[in-house]
């Protein structure tokens, strides 16, 4: 099976992918969340005119002569709180104490803030004049009745949750998190804790696909580690088929012991491709068994991250039903030369800053399939375009960020 391109992988993985469907839950428990339904404000926000700051609700024309040297005078003839309505009309050369929120009282058209007066008993002395309008805040300023304040397929943050609030939203439907399930393969291959020697290594990226998952969205369900043996792989991927998502990693290239593809054949798996024309993550293997998902992913670690940011990441939010599938992108300009063979797109491990608005990138000096500090270090994915052998210091490209 030939190469395919990282677009055409991407592509036909999510074109296997589904919805997994909805559920209704407590705004308090949504940040994070996908919202699978718009938010519309069913009322204003405000409801009404109001007050944007403690002071004096008046007329605007009353106080257009006042100075600090030169007061006016005004007679106070209500007190009126946040909350409230007004019981009185404001006439000239009067006024009404109004606090933050309150409602503007018929009559009047300005707010004067209270720095501004001097309050005797029943009556108030004006030090500086008011526009019309002053300090107030109009009906629906923040929210209009009904108006989409927050669009389905956002990932909800605190600021939409307040939102939700200000319309009256105790609870939402939001897409429903998919199980996603890992298992790590391999003879060399030790789970923490256990004694280590020799040539065995620590499953790190089985917890590191964990923690991926969860930053994606999804639920990780760790299925530990399988040997390289078919019996023993094929009764973990059973085990695995009982979620909505399987992502192993290791057992996918072409060595004898890479058991991973002929354990998911024997098993049924529509295999769609083993192959990418990417580095560092060239061995990936998709398919599908009774329509779930099934990633093989490289074993090298820093190929296993990349791999799943470029393919099981977008994946698992097009199954929350997300409108923004993968990390953002930004323009940086080069911080020094770089070059690779042509032929396979490649991710860098770089740091990205802003600085004077201007913005960088720099790649890491170190650059491998099994170096992770590189990419503990990152801040983004430099792409560095299939076709190109060179790019020189001070180009523009792009970073894909690793928010």
Not at 142 to 156: F, Y
């Amino acid at each position: 099976m030939s190469l395919i391109k990282v677009d055409e992988a991407r592509e036909i993985i999510l074109g296997k992918i589904e919805a997994q469907g909805t559920e209704k839950i407590s705004i308090n428990d949504s940040l994070g969340r996908v919202l699978a339904e718009d938010i519309i404000a069913r009322r204003n926000n405000p409801p009404m005119d109001n007050s944007a700051m403690d002071g004096y609700a008046l007329i605007a024309a009353d106080i257009e002569s006042a100075t600090p040297e030169n007061p006016v005078k005004l007679d106070v003839i209500e007190d009126l709180a946040a909350g409230y309505n007004p019981k009185t009309t404001v006439k000239p050369g009067q006024a009404i104490r109004i606090m933050t929120g309150a409602p503007i009282p018929e009559g009047s058209d300005a707010v004067i803030m209270q720095e501004d007066t001097e309050r005797n008993g029943n009556s108030v002395l004006v030090k500086d004049r008011a526009d019309v309008r002053e300090n107030i805040r109009d009906a629906g300023e923040d929210v209009r009745e009904g108006e989409t304040v927050i669009h389905k397929g956002a990932d909800i943050r605190p600021s939409h949750i307040g939102m939700m609030a200000v319309v009256g939203r105790s609870t939402v439907f939001v897409g429903r998190r998919p199980r996603v399930a890992i298992l790590s393969t391999g003879d060399e291959i030790k789970d923490l804790d256990e004694p280590i020697s020799g040539p065995c290594i620590y499953n790190s990226n089985g917890y590191m696909l964990s923690a991926q998952i969860k930053s994606a969205g999804g639920v990780p369900s760790y299925l530990g580690i399988a040997r390289d043996d078919e019996k023993d792989l094929m009764e973990k991927f059973k085990w695995a088929l009982q979620c909505d998502m399987v992502v192993s990693s290791g057992g996918v290239s072409v060595g004898d012991y890479d058991l991973v593809k002929a354990s998911l054949k024997k098993m049924g798996q529509e295999m769609l491709f083993w192959k990418v024309a990417m580095k560092p993550g060239k061995p990936l293997a998709f398919g599908r068994i009774d329509d779930i998902p099934i990633f093989g992913l490289p074993g090298n670690p820093v190929s296993s991250f990349v791999s799943f940011e470029q393919f099981v990441r977008p994946s698992i939010r097009k199954m929350m039903g997300a409108t923004q599938l993968t990390h953002r992108t930004v323009q940086a300009k080069l911080t020094r030369t770089i070059h690779k063979k042509a032929g396979r797109l490649h991710f860098l491990s770089a740091n990205v800053q802003w600085e004077n608005g201007a913005c960088t990138v720099s790649p890491a000096q170190e650059q491998g399939s099994g170096i992770l500090k590189s990419a503990v270090n990152a801040n983004g994915l430099l792409i560095f375009p299939l076709e190109l052998a060179e790019i020189a210091e001070g180009t523009q490209v792009t970073v894909q960020m690793l928010e």
